[in-house]
């Protein structure tokens, strides 16, 4: 195991790096951070545009989060909703008006998505993206942003962040490797 675990790949990986639909919404520090990752990596790293409906990939995933969230808290609402925090209490109502229909449509989403995907993993092995807008926020009110993570979520493709970038405050800052 340990003689193969540090010998050299077989074969060269090929990474895409994607700017997914959230990379806009990237700290500078961020995007500086896979600019100089991707140089690094050299030709081995292709930068790659997903297809144009990813953009709405997020919207869709909210919108299935926020149904099931509805669902699978309604028992614990019956039992005493007030003492569910008023965003939880929000979303619970938000995802309670989701019409079945909408709900089912944005289910056969992740088939389209990963159709589209097909045609990047066939030529690479995985893809190089943020796993966060920036370094982690500070306080324990929030964890973050999903925007950079959450479309691999939806689309139920393996993902993992690697503590690869670091920010100027010295903070580590998220690659994602997605399969």
Sequence with gaps: LLEISTSSPPVKPAFAFVRQPAWDTADPE????????????????????LPGHFGEA????????????????????????DQLSPTMQQTMDEGGRVLAHD??????WPRLLNDALEAVFDRYDAILTPAAPGPAPAGLEWTGSAAFNGIWTFCGTPAVTLPLLQSDS???????LVG
């Design 30 to 49: 961020m995007q500086a951070g896979f600019a100089e990752l991707a140089e690094a990596l050299g030709e081995d790293c292709d930068e790659v545009d």
């Design 58 to 81: 997020m919207k869709l995933c909210e919108l299935v989060q926020m149904t099931e969230l509805a669902k699978s808290y309604h028992h614990y609402a019956r039992r005493g909703r």
């Design 103 to 108: 709900y089912l449509v944005a289910r056969d």
């Design 170 to 176: 010295g903070l580590p800052m998220g690659v994602q």
